[in-house]
């Protein structure tokens, strides 16, 4: 059976891992609170230790869990350099996946009033994701090996909500100018 190759998941969980050990559970829980960076599923994540497994990257072990034993995985000394070397690597511009500039590109094929309507849920999104910021922030002195890196983390998603924010705002207001004077009157942000 061939060795799975590691994926950006990989490296991901190999961070959430870290030095002090995680379940599958905590692995979900991780990555899922930090949904701007991580889009892996659930189920992508549940899996993603056994590839590390195989590439022999972490161990695992039973632990005491609240009412059942679970199953930690730790990190061995050739998955701690996997992702030394991985982290040493020059960090580039983020490829984003972006839905609602997808809407832009093509927004000759739709009415302004039809993009304006399909980029409502961009608002949402910027609300409960800076909720989940706040309450990450919130968890920082639990961890604090990591409490200065995930306090810049936190920046840089607080930064990149705001200037979605900022860009819709610009959108509306260029696609429907009402929209300006109502959003004003409103007191909306």
């Known amino acids: 059976m061939p060795v799975p190759k590691p994926n950006y998941l990989s490296y991901g969980v190999l961070a959430a891992?870290?030095?002090?050990?995680?379940?599958?559970?905590?692995?979900?829980?991780?990555?899922?609170?930090g949904q701007m960076f991580f889009t892996s599923s659930p189920s992508q994540v549940y899996a993603e230790p056994k590839r590390l497994l195989a590439l022999?990257?972490?161990?695992?072990?039973?632990?005491?869990?609240?009412?059942?034993?679970?199953?930690?995985y730790k990190l061995t000394e050739a998955g701690r350099e996997a992702l030394r070397e991985?982290?040493?690597?020059p960090a580039g511009f983020p490829r984003l996946q972006h839905a609602a500039a997808r809407r832009l590109f093509a927004g000759d094929m739709i009415t302004d009033a039809e993009i304006l309507t399909s980029l409502e849920r961009l608002r949402t999104d910027i609300r409960e994701l800076s909720a989940t910021i706040a309450a990450n922030e919130a968890r920082i002195s639990r961890f604090p090996d990591?409490?200065?890196y995930a306090r810049l983390l936190h920046s840089l998603?607080?930064?990149?909500?705001?200037?979605?924010?900022?860009?819709?705002?610009?959108v509306e207001r260029e696609l429907d100018p009402r929209r300006d004077t109502i959003r004003r009157r409103?007191?909306?942000t």
């Open 17 to 33: 891992i870290g030095e002090g050990g995680a379940s599958t559970t905590e692995l979900v829980d991780m990555l899922a609170r």
């Open 56 to 72: 022999g990257w972490v161990t695992r072990e039973k632990a005491p869990g609240k009412t059942r034993n679970r199953t930690v």
């Open 157 to 170: 998603g607080r930064r990149l909500l705001e200037a979605h924010s900022d860009w819709l705002d610009e």
């Open 186 to 188: 409103s007191g909306r």
């Open 86 to 89: 991985h982290l040493r690597e």
């Open 146 to 148: 990591r409490a200065r």
